[in-house]
């Protein structure tokens, strides 16, 4: 059964970095795309990065030369490296990956149980 394990998350004060990482257990241990997203008290889930699995990437304009989002080699493991972190970053941050299951694209979606972030002023 596959599982994606998230760690990292904890108290930074703002200016600060953090590094979140989500890591993918069981059976399947690749992924296609990956990505972060958080969801802030009050707020809905938003998206915060993601990755294909070519490399390319892309980030909400509140995170957007702050955050950058990376794969290792393998592709089973996905990463948030957080620079210079804001109070409003404070939320509960999600791991998501996909994986192409049939050759017309479907594709199976994982998400991981979340991660706190909270940023001090």
């Known amino acids: 059964q596959v599982q994606l394990v998230e760690s990292g998350g904890g108290l930074v004060q703002a200016g600060g970095s953090l590094r979140l990482s989500c890591v993918a257990s069981?059976?399947?241990?690749?992924?296609?795309?990956a990505g972060w997203y958080r969801q802030a008290p009050g707020k809905q889930r938003e998206l915060v990065a993601t990755i294909s699995s070519g490399g390319s990437t892309n980030y909400a304009d509140s995170v957007k030369g702050r955050f950058t989002i990376s794969w290792n080699n393998a592709k089973n493991t996905v990463y948030l490296q957080m620079n210079n972190v804001k109070p409003d970053d404070t939320a509960v941050y999600y791991c998501?990956?996909?994986?192409?299951?049939?050759?017309?694209?479907?594709?199976?979606?994982?998400w991981g149980q979340g991660t706190q972030v909270t940023v001090s002023s």
């Open positions: 069981g059976r399947l241990r690749s992924f296609d795309d």
């Open positions: 998501s990956a996909e994986r192409v299951i049939n050759v017309e694209g479907a594709r199976a979606h994982y």
